[in-house]
């Protein structure tokens, strides 16, 4: 099954929103495979956003995220990686459809709350970079076939 890798940024933390955004994933049918909750090292940083080094906003981003604890997830399901970053809404909190995340909870691209990979890709590099493959739970859901069940 798809997996996606999921960040409670700090802002998230600091304002009281880990439960919020588990449970809007929770509710969408997705299953969770791994969390904890850490600080971010700059080196761990780096690696995370090294796309996005250059950028005008890289040095506030590594700023931004190293800042205080996030809440590191895994999640999976049918096309998780899609539906997650759905679920989160766009980068720009003011362009996220209303209902998401980012719409919902959020007004400036640098404080948007939540992480999420982009690609099946890079959600396994993303996934292998955060987590160590014994972090990671297999288990049957008891709603797995009402949620994941094909006709
Ligand atoms: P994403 O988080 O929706 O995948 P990316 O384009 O990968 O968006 O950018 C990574 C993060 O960098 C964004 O979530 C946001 O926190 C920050 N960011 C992106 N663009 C800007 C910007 O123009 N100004 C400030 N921060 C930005
Ligand atoms: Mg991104």
């Known amino acids: 099954m798809e997996r996606t890798f999921i960040l409670v940024k700090p802002d ?3 304002r009281g929103l880990i439960g919020e955004v588990i449970s ?25 956003y090294a796309i996005h ?9 590594i700023k931004y995220i190293t800042s205080a604890p996030v809440m590191a997830m895994v999640w999976e399901g049918t ?14 909190p003011w362009e ?7 719409h919902d909870f959020a007004l ?3 404080r948007n709350l939540t992480h999420g990979s982009d ?3 890079n959600a396994e590099a993303e996934i292998s970079l955060w987590f160590s493959p014994s972090e ?3 288990w049957k859901r008891c709603s797995d076939d009402w949620i994941f069940g094909q006709n």
């Open 12 to 14: 998230g933390v600091q």
């Open 24 to 48: 809007r994933f929770e509710k969408r049918g997705l299953k969770l495979a791994g969390a904890k909750f850490m600080p971010v090292s700059q080196e761990l940083a780096k690696k995370h």
């Open 53 to 61: 080094k250059g950028k005008p906003f890289y040095e506030g981003l």
């Open 79 to 92: 096309n998780a990686v899609a539906a997650a970053r759905q679920t989160m809404g766009a980068t720009r």
């Open 96 to 102: 996220a459809a209303p209902g998401s995340l980012r």
């Open 108 to 110: 400036e691209v640098g």
């Open 119 to 121: 690609s099946v890709k």
């Open 136 to 138: 990671l739970v297999e």
